[in-house]
């Protein structure tokens, strides 16, 4: 059974950055697409970023420019790189993984980032 654990969450000002990161125990990272959702209070869960395991990267236009996604998989462990936060980027995120071909099957416990002065 694949565990996922994010950290890295916390309270900045907007303008600021924060950088999430994912630790996947009981598999091996490098066979799963990696996905990086939010969701804020009120709002459906989105998919803000996504990595193949061959590296090929997608955002959503609300980030995209700010945000970086990213992987390592001798860590296993996947980042999310988020720059010039926004009040509107204030949700809980969530790392998930997806086998080949499939749909995201392992989430992580969901951190909360706050984007406020």
């Known amino acids: 059974q694949v565990q996922l654990v994010e950290s890295g969450g916390g309270l900045v000002q907007p303008g600021g950055s924060l950088r999430l990161s994912c630790v996947a125990s009981g598999s091996g990272l490098s066979i799963y697409r990696v996905g990086w959702h939010r969701q804020a209070p009120g709002k459906q869960r989105e998919l803000v970023a996504s990595?193949?395991?061959?590296?090929?990267?997608a955002y959503a236009d609300s980030v995209k420019g700010r945000f970086t996604i990213s992987r390592d998989n001798a860590k296993n462990t996947a980042y999310l790189q988020m720059n010039s936060l926004e009040p509107e980027d204030t949700a809980v995120y969530y790392c998930?993984?997806?086998?080949?071909?499939?749909?995201?099957?392992?989430w992580g416990q969901g951190i909360q980032v706050t984007v406020s002065s």
């Open positions: 998930s993984l997806a086998p080949a071909g499939g749909t995201y099957t392992y």
């Open positions: 990595m193949t395991r061959y590296g090929s990267t």
